[in-house]
């Protein structure tokens, strides 16, 4: 078996010589040839990571890193049918998370993969695709376009602490620019259009590094789990944000949960602000209009 590795130069801050190091540790205890891909930016690892998975010369991809990483590696993958296997060693990893992956333990983490592909012990998810006028890309998470994707860009621009604690420390300057998004949404035939505060469009349950936004998204269901909220004033905002903490926003009567295959989004000015940038598994993506559509069983997992 022929095994294709990528990187992230940047996670678990600058080790990635020693993940490299206990990578091929534990991988010559397995039957499997080594590949070790270029990795500098994001876009040459993601050129790297395509042109193995569509060469028809590996078998699996094995990456290193975090919700960023594995979001350019799904979409580096594409249709090509090529395993992936995760070793989450990110600030967040929802998506580990969300499939019971061990989490900062490489050696644990690259047994497991290993074992699995000779097993072929595999699960095929589904992914979501974000399209609009100038493009598309794939996402394997959670897009976020309200407060949530406002959130979350301001995350990013911050170094410390780790996980949900950096979405908490970034919340306070997402509210304090916050006002009701104007936004028109698409799904099943019909069109909802008004002020806005979350919207979250859910393949898997977690965001923000631990935040279960749809306890009831399933990865492999066709379906995507919409989460939406009509706009709030500050003082509900608060109170909604703490349901979120221990998972009881949905019994909210402001919180609405819609289930579809495919979903529009568009800017409603005429109805409230204009809407942040839609991010997809912790990434920048796009402004609106943008669609989001499932991918039934596009991708096949390492489990």
Avoid at 172 to 196: D, F, L
Wanted: aromatic share 6%; charged share 20%; hydrophobic share 45%.
């Amino acid at each position: 078996m022929r095994v294709a590795l990528a990187l992230n130069p940047s996670s678990g801050k600058g080790r990635s010589d020693s993940y490299r190091s206990a990578l091929r540790e534990v991988l010559l205890k397995y039957p499997v040839d080594m590949v070790w891909l270029p990795v500098g930016t994001r876009e040459q690892a993601f050129v790297a990571m395509h042109e193995a998975s569509h060469s028809g010369k590996i078998d699996a991809l094995i990456i290193v890193g975090g919700d960023g990483f594995i979001h350019n590696a799904v979409n580096a993958v594409g249709d090509s049918r090529i395993a992936l296997g995760i070793v989450a060693a990110g600030s967040g990893n929802d998506i580990a998370r969300e499939f019971g992956l061990p989490i900062h333990n490489i050696h644990d983490s690259v047994h497991q993969i290993a074992a699995s592909l000779l097993t072929r012990r595999y699960r095929d998810v589904d992914v979501m695709e974000i399209s609009w006028h100038q493009g598309s890309q794939r996402a394997l998470a959670i897009v976020s376009v309200g407060i949530d994707a406002d959130t979350n860009v301001r995350t990013n621009h911050m170094t410390w602490p780790k996980g949900n604690l950096r979405y908490v420390r970034a919340l306070p300057g997402a509210i304090g620019a916050y006002e009701p998004y104007g936004v028109r949404v698409s799904m099943g035939g019909h069109t909802h259009a008004g002020a806005m505060t979350l919207l979250s469009i859910a393949n898997t349950r977690y965001f923000g590094g631990g935040f279960c936004v749809s306890p009831g998204a399933l990865p492999d269901d066709g379906l995507l789990d919409v989460v939406l909220t009509p706009g709030l004033g500050m003082g509900s905002i608060a109170h909604l944000l703490t349901r979120l903490v221990f998972y009881r926003h949905l019994r909210d009567p402001r919180v609405h949960l819609y289930r579809t295959s495919e979903i529009r989004i568009d800017p409603a000015p005429e109805l409230g602000g204009p809407l942040p940038m839609i991010m997809a598994d912790g990434e920048e993506i796009c402004r609106a209009p943008a669609t989001v559509r499932v991918l039934p069983g596009a991708l096949r997992l390492v489990m």
